[in-house]
């Protein structure tokens, strides 16, 4: 999946340099996008008494500053590493670039019961996500 976006006055220092912590919440932003894009109610999974799906591992590395007004396109690559665990990998260009990597972000992400905060498998909707190919 592509997800397109400007980086906005509010997401960067004082130099007008994306703040670090903030190319992170844009790469969230694009899963975000990803899920709705597979027709999942965001309030609905977020709010899911069956699964919890948080974030055990994030980590960016940047090529080049990001500025205010970029336009860049972040493209999304969802891999399943376990029965209960997937990861995203996040490669952000400038737009008017897009064969220029500015930035690269990984999250890593585990399906629990939220009740009793265990491990279990993935929940249909993201497996169809991480398998499209395969009948659920």
């Known amino acids: 999946m592509v997800y397109t976006r400007t980086v906005y006055f509010s997401e960067t220092d004082a130099a007008g340099v994306v703040y670090f912590a903030q190319m992170m919440s844009m790469c969230h932003q694009a899963y975000e996008a990803a899920l709705i894009n597979l027709g999942i109610d965001l309030k609905t999974f ?63 992400h585990i399906s629990i019961n939220p009740s009793t905060r265990q491990r279990q498998p993935l929940p249909p909707p993201i497996q169809q996500w991480l398998n499209p190919r395969q009948i659920q």
């Open 46 to 108: 977020v709010n899911n008494p069956d699964f919890a799906i948080p974030i055990v591992h994030a980590s960016m590395d940047y090529r080049q500053p990001i500025y205010c007004g970029d336009r860049i396109v972040i493209n999304l690559s969802p891999q399943q590493l376990s029965l209960d665990t997937f990861q995203i990998e996040y490669q952000i260009c400038l737009a008017d670039q897009p064969q220029s990597l500015i930035a690269q972000g990984i999250t890593k």
